[in-house]
């Protein structure tokens, strides 16, 4: 009768039902088991940064920048040459990224943050801070160069960048350091971008750095991070 339809329908949804529980808990057990395996990789997918930064000292700190004291660090340098996709692939191959280092030491050396594009369109990845030197690199148009130990004046964003809005918030903060005080040189600039390509593009980190010349008198302390 209506009843037994009933009944045998109530068993095939129940079956049915079971089969799409059992897969979904069998998905989501292979997520989370990737998760676990490539936690690295995916926190990067989110904005997290996983590789050394360089340290600094805050020296001062408005609304919308503040200002760093970076120690001497080394970086190596390639000019872009009107293709920034070529001057990365000449310093991830010093560094060793894509199989043996180019370097005369064969000297793999760790990936850090951020890659740093100047005004001088030259592109530089910064050496960890634990190197004193540098081993020569093996490829034309690399070379290593050294960071003095220098000031700047930082602002910081997240999300997607181009050279037209880093060149806008570039504008930005040199009108807000002149404003505190701040003097800064305009024609020493930078753009540092944090995060790999993989990272969706709202929690990228990305920031424009300005030259710093001299500060205003200040009793703010500073502080190392």
């Given amino acids: 009768g209506l009843g037994d339809v009933y009944k045998r329908q109530a068993k095939t949804f129940d079956k049915k039902t079971q089969s799409n529980n059992s897969r979904n808990s069998l998905l989501i057990t292979c997520f989370l088991t990737y998760s676990l395996q490539h936690s690295e990789r995916m926190g990067s997918v ?66 850090t943050a951020p890659v740093v594009n100047t005004q001088s369109k030259r592109m530089q990845f910064i050496l960890p801070a634990n190197m004193q030197s540098a081993p020569p690199p093996l490829t034309d148009g690399v070379k290593v160069v050294e960071r003095p130990s220098s000031q700047w004046a930082v602002a910081t964003w997240n999300g997607g ?35 790999p390509p993989w990272t969706l593009p709202r929690f990228r980190t990305n920031a424009v750095a300005v030259k710093v010349l001299s500060l205003p008198e200040s009793d703010a302390a500073a502080t190392t991070r």
């Fill in 46 to 111: 989110f904005g997290k940064i996983g590789v050394e930064t360089p340290p600094y000292t805050t020296l001062f700190t408005a609304p919308t920048y503040e200002v760093r004291e970076f120690p001497r660090l080394l970086a190596i340098e390639a000019n872009d040459d009107g293709s920034q996709n070529r001057a990365f692939g000449r310093l991830a191959g010093y560094i060793g990224v894509m199989g043996a280092a180019q370097n005369e030491a064969g000297q793999s050396i760790a990936m």
């Fill in 161 to 195: 960048w181009s050279e037209s809005d880093a060149a806008k918030r570039r504008a930005e903060l040199v009108a807000a350091a002149t404003a505190d005080g701040v003097v800064v040189d305009e024609s020493d600039w930078e753009v540092h971008r944090f995060n």
